[in-house]
């Protein structure tokens, strides 16, 4: 049995220590918002938190998390209160398929409790790691340029 | 008391025949649907005409909307509700809508072409319209009073001190009518809902870690399926040595069948250790493709079917004389193709992000020799799309996988490498232009000839899924075909819409392909407009004459003249101050030249001494008809601007003689964070009241153009061979400054 915290609460899985992190959360676990994009480090779609960093989930064994926090889309918050990020890229409709969005908005967020400040230019090397085939790049770096604006105003979560 | 729709499926009969049993034209696929017989009914109302097909109210008021058309996250589940509240008008919210389901909706073939607003979207404004004004007929006989007194509104009908609600206006089946050739449309000047850019339905559940994809979904019981693909495209498994992956953890199944490998787990990552384990205990016979340098001309070296498609005049032989290549390229969903399947009581049930259930159902029947009425395909959203990717493969997958192993609901998900190298890729493709400039500074001679495989290999006959090919008796894929004008495949906008007085267009279709080719949004056009294009700056330098006003000189449809003036102002066309290394480029097309109208300017700078090119502001203006949800249509052409920038700066499909290589992100690169413009403004132009075009696939064509031209303008230097690379880039810029 692996001891794993995720968005706040404490969970026990039976797995084998050297399966990713990305199946436990979306097999084991029941949480969708980490996708399956590579299975490389090389495009982001799995990009959840461990302790405030972001990281790929589906290189990573989840006997490596140890006691590390680990937080995904589900623990910003949920469609009826939804967190900053997440309201932000509703509000901008950011978004075609949606597929790599979750990896953005994780990517974003450990971003923005790093540096709340963060600026255009920032924002856009930050997100370098990850990748977005429909091309709404342009919506989600102005995305994550609004979450910056709702966080700075007391909204961060 | 009314029939419900489903008992009305239940009945079975005629009246289910009307919508779920017409056979798919074969070359609906891209557009092109077949000439149906009696009247002509607007927009998929041809191909289903009962009005209860397409709109269901229940007794209690709720109204359901049904089309046959799938969201991919181009928005058109909210446009269609948008349109179905306008002409009911109810409240937006009032409405659930079903897309597509093999049991529940209307067959429309495939969602693509950029067609659903053109096919759902008119089927549904006018079958929402028949439907009120059958409610108000329908009060107008309860309340004693003429319909011309009555009003429709929050769905009920109004007349003065009294009002009947639809639910209660529906009875006896009066919904279950064929629609009428003519419909008493609201007045587009007073829309409400329409024209709104209301919030997309499908993007809360995509931001929060809702079900949102066939991805996500989990069935109790369900395992979980991986395939062993051959070592590269025709190659034979000679051995497989399964005893040791049989004994791995958790492996329930290893599928054999012929060349057809894959193993079932109970969990994911056991079946992904177990797939690979496998994969490296099978040997293959490979099978030789052409070399990868050469591919143009050994494409060019193939029997061709030529048609001539435009014969205007007597065109020479011309003094400008250019030829342009695109590479064979991938759809590359971040999302590799997904889908999960159920065999239970004798009956298959497939869920899918394929763009065509019906078409995918038919091919799933005959693959695993089973009465259509036995298989079920329901469409889940999946990722990306962009054409025909692995979705409807991996759909066979399951079914294959699920067969196996009866009563077990199986998922299947590919890997990023069997994305790579086994989707269909977008065909490589070669044209030629040669035109002459009359004194006047005019185009008086073009010709043009355009050299493609075939852009549709979709299913709808078990022969064109992967995984049927591959099994001990092979379905073998159907002739390639041509998709014919207007709409066109490797010919897709190869007519310049520029009006020349001597012209000729040659479209030569090449039926032997040596490696799989299907649609990839914009098919032929992508390569067309990036041709004519790049050869309208061209001939605009030899007459001396400015990009934009060239292309007015020879536009005479408004629509095209507003987009491109549009365009240019919103860029600040006349007042871009050229620099070394900062260039401007201009484009515009009219897509399938009768869809949307678009046109893009956008600026690139360029590092002569690495190549590499970044490209900054740009604007764009699009006519899409009448606009239904303006900022879904604006997210549709800032997407295919920036997915077209990636197709032609990065990316080309890679092999050696037995393999693709081309297999991840790293191999084959697209465009990240640091190669996205600086900014990106679309300008819609809306008609209300005249026909949606499709909008989808507008501006790819033009944004290649425009990068091109732009890069030209930047460097001194043409480049027509796509991409766009730094090392190309830097070759050009340097032949340039040498001479």
Redesign the interface.
């Known amino acids: 049995m692996i001891e794993l915290r995720v968005n706040g609460r404490v969970h026990r899985v039976d797995?084998?220590p050297q399966?990713?992190l990305l199946?436990v959360l979306?097999?084991d676990l029941?949480?969708?918002?980490a996708?399956?994009?590579?299975?490389?480090g090389?495009?982001g779609?799995c990009t959840v938190m461990a302790d405030g960093e972001a990281i790929y989930s589906c290189i990573t064994p989840v006997s490596a998390i140890g006691t590390r926090a680990i937080r995904?889309?589900?623990g910003?918050?949920?469609?009826d209160a939804?967190g900053p990020v997440?309201r932000a890229?509703?509000e901008h409709?950011a978004?075609?398929?949606?597929?790599?969005?979750?990896g953005m908005?994780m990517r974003a967020q450990a971003l923005l409790e790093r540096d709340p400040g963060a600026s255009a230019a920032q924002i856009?090397?930050a997100?370098?790691p990850?990748?977005?085939?429909?091309?709404?790049?342009?919506?989600i770096?102005k995305a994550v340029a609004r979450a910056a604006e709702l966080m700075g105003r007391g909204g961060k979560t | 008391m009314r029939q419900s729709r489903r008992e009305f499926l239940a009945t079975g009969g005629a009246l289910v025949v009307s919508f779920t049993l017409a056979p798919l034209p074969a070359l609906a696929q891209e557009g092109g649907h077949a000439a149906p017989t009696g009247p002509k009914l607007p927009g998929s109302l041809t191909r289903n005409p009962m009005l209860d097909a397409w709109i269901r109210i229940d007794a209690n008021g709720a109204i359901t909307v049904f089309t046959g058309k799938v969201e991919l996250g181009q928005g058109v589940k909210t446009a269609l509700q948008q349109v179905a509240a306008e002409e009911l008008v109810v409240p937006f919210e009032r409405i659930t809508m079903v897309t597509a389901d093999t049991e529940r909706t209307p067959n429309e073939g495939i969602t693509s072409g950029s067609n659903s607003m053109k096919d759902s979207g008119t089927a549904i404004l006018n079958a929402a319209a028949q439907v009120r004004a059958i409610l108000v007929d329908e009060a107008a006989r309860r309340l004693g009073v003429p319909a011309a007194q009555l009003t429709a509104r929050d769905g009920a009908v109004h007349a003065s001190g009294r009002s009947i609600t639809y639910g209660d206006l529906v009875a006896g089946g009066n919904l279950h009518v064929n629609a009428a050739a003519e419909s008493k449309l609201l007045d587009p000047s007073r829309r409400v809902v329409m024209g709104r850019a209301l919030a997309r339905l499908d993007i809360p559940a995509k931001v929060t870690g809702g079900v949102a994809y066939v991805h996500d979904l989990r069935l109790d019981g369900m395992v979980h399926a991986r395939t062993v693909r051959p070592a590269g495209p025709g190659a034979r498994l000679r051995s497989l040595d399964a005893g040791a992956v049989e004994r791995m953890p958790g492996v329930i199944k290893i599928v054999r069948d012929g060349n057809y490998v894959a193993v079932v787990a109970a969990r994911e990552f056991q079946a992904i250790r177990a797939a690979r384990a496998l994969g490296d205990r099978t040997a293959w016979e490979p099978a030789a493709l052409p070399q990868d340098a050469s591919i143009h001309a050994h494409l060019l070296g193939l029997p061709a079917r030529d048609s001539v498609i435009l014969d205007r005049g007597s065109p020479d032989a011309g003094t400008f004389a250019a030829t342009y290549r695109r590479p064979y390229q991938l759809h590359g969903a971040i999302g590799p193709s997904c889908a999960v399947a159920q065999m239970r009581d004798g009956k298959l049930t497939v869920w899918t992000h394929s763009q065509g259930v019906y078409p995918l159902r038919d091919a799933l029947a005959e693959m695993v020799r089973m009465p259509r009425e036995k298989v079920h395909c329901v469409h889940m959203e999946g990722s990306g799309c962009y054409g025909h990717n692995g979705a409807d493969d991996v759909a066979a997958d399951a079914a294959l996988c699920a067969l196996a192993l009866p009563g077990r609901p199986v998922r299947v998900q590919w890997t990023r490498e069997e994305e790579h190298a086994w989707e269909p890729f977008g065909p490589a493709m070669e044209s030629r232009v040669r035109a002459s400039l009359e004194a006047s500074g005019r185009i008086g001679s073009w010709r043009y000839d355009v050299w493609s495989n075939t852009h549709s290999t979709r299913p709808g006959k078990a022969g064109n899924l992967l995984p049927a090919m591959l099994l001990a008796t092979p379905f073998i894929p159907e002739p390639p075909r041509a998709i014919p004008q207007p709409e066109g495949g490797g010919d897709r906008n190869a007519i310049p819409l520029y009006v020349i007085p001597n012209a000729r267009v040659v479209s030569h279709f090449i039926a032997s392909s040596p490696l799989r080719t299907s649609a990839l949004r914009s098919l032929g056009a992508y390569l067309n407009v990036f041709a004519i294009e790049s050869s309208m700056d061209e001939l605009a330098a030899a007459a001396r004459a400015d990009p934009v006003e060239f292309r007015l000189r020879h536009l005479e449809d408004q629509r095209a003249i507003a987009v491109v003036k549009a365009a240019a102002e919103r860029f600040g066309w006349t007042s871009f101050e050229r620099r070394r290394g900062h260039g401007r480029g201009f484009a515009f097309a009219r897509y399938k030249n009768l869809a949307a109208y678009c046109a893009i300017a956008m600026e690139a700078r360029v590092d002569p001494e690495t190549g590499d090119v970044r490209i900054g502001r740009v604007a764009a203006a699009v006519d899409s008809g009448e606009a239904v949800n303006p900022d879904g249509i604006r997210n549709q052409i800032e997407g295919g601007i920036v997915q077209s920038i990636s197709w032609t700066l990065f990316e080309a499909v890679t092999w050696e003689p037995q393999r693709i290589t081309s297999r991840d992100w790293a191999r084959y690169p697209i465009a990240r964070f640091s190669h996205v413009p600086e900014s990106v403004d679309v300008h819609v132009i809306s008609h209300p009241g005249s026909p949606f075009l499709g909008t989808g696939e507008a501006s790819q064509g033009p944004a290649a153009a425009a990068v091109a031209n732009a890069v030209a303008d930047a460097i001194g230097g043409r480049i027509r061979d796509i991409p766009l690379t730094p090392g190309r880039v830097h070759a050009a810029a340097g032949a340039s400054a040498a001479a």
């Open positions: 797995a084998d399966t990713p199946y979306r097999d029941g949480l969708n918002a996708k399956f994009g590579c299975g490389l090389q495009c779609a995904t889309v589900e910003l918050g949920t469609v939804p997440q890229f509703m409709q978004a075609q398929c949606g597929y790599c969005i979750p908005m856009r090397q997100l370098q990850n990748l977005c085939r429909c091309g709404t790049h342009m919506r770096l």
